[in-house]
């Protein structure tokens, strides 16, 4: 059983949206901080957004601010990120990550942006 399974990655325009979702099974997903990564080829892997466990408190990249929107159900034991005004330099595999005193990977949802 994957813990966290990413989904909704794809290939977007530039402007353009997309909804990622963190889907987790098997712990205690309302007692998790859940945070959002992403990798872009050839750099080290960076934060984009984190929501805390009971979705109170927010924090967000400078780079992300303003177009991005973390948020989590957690009767439906899923975080999401709303990734509006979409540019190439996003481009990168997006991971999920749950922490509390263990943390938790998914395997990572590629977003392409581009013309």
């Known amino acids: 059983q994957v813990p966290l399974v990413e989904s909704g990655g794809g290939l977007v325009q530039p402007g353009g949206s997309l909804r990622l979702s963190c889907a987790a099974s098997?712990?205690?997903?309302?007692?998790?901080?859940i945070t959002w990564y992403r990798q872009a080829p050839g750099k080290e892997r960076e934060f984009v957004a984190l929501i805390t466990s009971a979705g109170s408190s927010t924090n967000y990249a400078d780079s992300v601010k303003g177009r991005f929107t973390i948020s989590r159900d957690n009767t439906k034991n899923t975080a999401y990120l709303q990734m509006n005004s979409l540019e190439p330099g996003d481009t990168a595999v997006y991971y999920c990550?749950?922490?509390?005193?263990?943390?938790?990977w998914g395997q990572g949802t590629q977003v392409t942006v581009s013309s």
């Open positions: 098997g712990f205690t997903f309302s007692s998790y901080t």
């Open positions: 990550n749950a922490r509390r005193l263990k943390q938790y």
